[in-house]
């Protein structure tokens, strides 16, 4: 007889393979769109893709018979970036989860993630200019796709890294230890209210699309502009932010209205990123700044908010 491997032994002993998968991640992909006008058009996506399936015995025996090499999943997205032109990360990974599905029929589903730097075009005499590019802001754009074979497509896109700051209109009064808070008395809060401060924060949120045909592109651009008008309010008179909890609701249920129906959920998350004034320093008041205008950013600890808002209550 075979002596048992040190795996098989071990499962037989303590217990059995419950979950597995692997994937290939850090996939860094550019593409140029050359157009016959000569103005060309850039993406810069980093994939990552996950795959399960039947492929139980790489784990439990050894065997890699049916292991597609994770340099081949490298392969495989460059190749399909050339056929695919890559102005929708959501379109190019549908591409991606599809083929490895039709060509691999032991692989039961694959997730593919993508991110995308944001590059934009310089100007020159006020003009865009037709082939030299900067990255112009912070954020990214991102999209998860899952696909299963027999089953559907789900499409999930994103943005992170959205950083916003005003400098006005935003407050934090009567929490926990304050009067008229719940509980009035509270001997750990040494936190002072704040009637008017800086409010920042690095906006990350990811939302669930109602279909995977919908228009994923137009989608991203009506979320980023909710959050920022919702969050900015009118270019003049502003909005007033009493509770960052609410601003960021507001935010939410500002992206669902602009895509309804093609987007079913929104999940947000917005960190502080605090800027204390100068007379939070323990010196004298005479070093103090005499209009608060002088800042110190603060790079932790700090807040922490999330939520998540749908455009259906979910049936209980």
């Given at each position: ?307 998540k808002a749908a455009l259906r209550r979910a049936?209980?």
């Amino acid at each position: 007889t075979t002596p048992a491997s040190s795996s098989q032994k071990t499962q037989s002993m303590s217990g059995y393979l419950a979950e597995h998968s692997y994937g290939k991640m850090k996939i860094r992909v550019f593409k140029v769109n050359r157009h016959p006008s000569g103005r060309h058009e850039v993406h810069e996506v980093t994939v990552r893709t996950i795959l399960w399936g039947d492929f139980a015995d790489s784990w439990t025996k050894g065997s890699n018979k049916k292991m597609v090499a994770t340099e081949t999943q490298k392969n495989t997205v460059y190749q399909l970036a050339k056929q695919h032109n890559l102005e929708s990360v959501e379109e190019f990974g549908k591409l991606i989860a599809s083929h490895f599905l039709n060509k691999y029929n032991w692989i039961t589903k694959v997730k593919v993630t993508l991110r995308e730097e944001p590059w934009g075009r310089i100007k020159v005499g006020g003009q865009d200019h037709h082939h030299a590019f900067t990255k112009t802001t912070s954020e990214t754009r991102f999209a998860e796709v899952v696909k299963s074979r027999g089953g559907g497509t789900r499409v999930m896109g994103g943005i992170e890294d959205l950083i916003v700051l005003k400098t006005t209109q935003s407050s934090f009064e009567c929490f926990v230890g304050c009067k008229g808070a719940h509980v009035e008395e509270d001997e750990w809060t040494t936190l002072k209210e704040a009637k008017d401060r800086i409010f920042s924060t690095a906006v990350k949120s990811y939302w669930t699309y109602a279909s995977d045909s919908a228009p994923f592109t137009e989608c991203y651009h009506k979320v980023k502009a909710a959050f920022l008008s919702t969050f900015a309010g009118d270019a003049v008179k502003g909005v007033p932010s009493t509770a960052a909890q609410q601003s960021q609701y507001d935010m939410c249920l500002a992206a669902l209205a602009d895509n309804n129906p093609h987007i079913a959920d929104i999940s947000i998350t917005t960190p502080n990123l605090h800027y204390n004034p100068l007379s939070s320093l323990p010196t004298p008041p005479s070093m103090h700044a005499p209009n608060n205008d002088v800042f110190i950013p603060i790079d932790g600890p700090s807040g922490y908010i999330s939520s998540k808002a749908a455009l259906r209550r979910a049936k209980m």
